[in-house]
């Protein structure tokens, strides 16, 4: 049996584990707090690190903080606790985002594997192998976003096409939209002296054969430019996608993205996003195809594949966000 007590160096790993998580643009838009009277982590939504002309609804947001939820609870349980979350728990305090209260000491502590694959996830924008993933691997990925109330779809290479055309076209948007161009340029240059944002050794490569659409970060204004290399000619792509589409949501989509990434990263398998298509209403809603007996809003495009791990990205420094309480 493990002990309860939360010192200083626990609390600063679970923040730790927690901020680990992937955010759009590596924006970090969440903050930290523990009420120690109820040993409960409050995390709150950091709005200035919100990207207005990109995710002017802040679903994106949503996600990133789910994804942060994700790890919380991995880690929390890791260390011998029972995580009781709760989402959007005060509608009087709509930045509350979520609180994870540490309950009851569990008997045995689960999720190892899991607890390991929130040091060693990244996104790797590299080129995979042509290896396929086993239906079996599949299987379990689907499954973890089950367990979150997600579902996800592996794509058949006929439908892959047409999501990636979708995200060509997103893309295409994207660096034409003078808005959004500088909402994204904003965190590949000046924030990445703060551990926020995406510093040039983490933006990846392109397609030289133009196939997989992987996100300009820079929106053509590189410093340096970006090398080009072919990458896999059949990407292996899934769609994350919730039965509704409201704030609760979209921090269940991103804690089920995340299950889904640690899955995979604890069976070898690489991933990247690619969200383009998710940030125009037209192309998202054709991202998926709802049946009549089921409704499908779309949440994140997910390229898997064997391939270089991809390199850390920096993060804020935990320490200050707990201790700060805020
Ligand atoms: C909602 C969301 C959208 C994202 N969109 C993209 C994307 O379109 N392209 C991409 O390469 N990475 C995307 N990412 C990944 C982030 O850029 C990445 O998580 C962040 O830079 C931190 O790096 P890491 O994942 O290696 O820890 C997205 C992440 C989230 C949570």
């Known amino acids: 049996m493990r002990t309860a007590a939360l010192d200083g160096t626990t609390l600063e790993r679970l923040v730790s584990a927690a901020v680990a998580a992937p955010s759009i643009h590596n924006t970090q838009p969440w903050r930290f707090r523990l009420d120690p009277e109820t040993l409960t982590v409050e995390i709150r939504a950091a709005k200035h690190r ?20 994700l790890n919380l609870r991995v880690a929390v349980e890791h ?41 060693r996830r990244h996104s790797s924008r590299f080129p995979f192998s042509e290896r396929q993933l086993p239906t079996a691997l599949l299987t379990e ?40 161009a500088k909402d994204s340029r904003r965190w590949v240059g000046e924030m990445c002296d703060t551990g926020l944002g995406m510093p040039s050794e983490v933006l990846g490569l392109q397609d030289s054969t133009e196939r997989v ?15 080009a290399r072919p990458f896999e000619r059949r990407p292996s792509l899934a769609v994350l996608s919730t039965a509704h589409d409201r704030r609760a949501d979209w921090m269940r989509a991103g804690q089920a993205l995340e299950r889904v990434l640690l899955v995979a990263t604890a069976r070898g398998v690489r991933a ?28 994140m495009v997910i390229r898997l594949g064997y391939g270089p791990e991809g390199p850390a990205s920096p993060r804020c420094d935990a320490a200050p966000l707990s201790a700060s309480g805020g």
């Open 79 to 119: 260390f011998g606790w029972e995580p009781v979350t709760r989402l959007l728990p005060r509608p009087d305090e709509p930045d509350l985002l979520a609180t994870v209260r540490l309950g009851a000491t569990a008997r045995m502590p689960s999720h190892t594997s899991l607890y390991e694959a929130v040091w």
């Open 141 to 180: 990925l689907a499954e973890a976003a089950h367990v979150e109330g997600a579902r996800l779809h592996c794509l058949s290479p006929r439908r892959a096409d047409g999501v990636l055309l979708l995200t060509r076209e997103a893309e295409h948007r994207n660096i034409t939209d003078v808005d959004r």
């Open 272 to 299: 990247s996003l690619l969200h383009q298509a998710l940030e125009w209403s037209d192309l998202r809603e054709q991202l998926v195809a709802p049946t009549p007996a089921r409704s499908a809003h779309a949440q």
């Open 50 to 69: 919100g990207l207005p002309h990109i995710d002017p609804k802040g679903r994106a947001l949503h996600l990133s903080v789910g994804c942060a939820v």
């Open 213 to 227: 659409p992987m996100r300009d970060f820079g929106a053509h204004r590189h410093q340096n430019g970006l090398t």
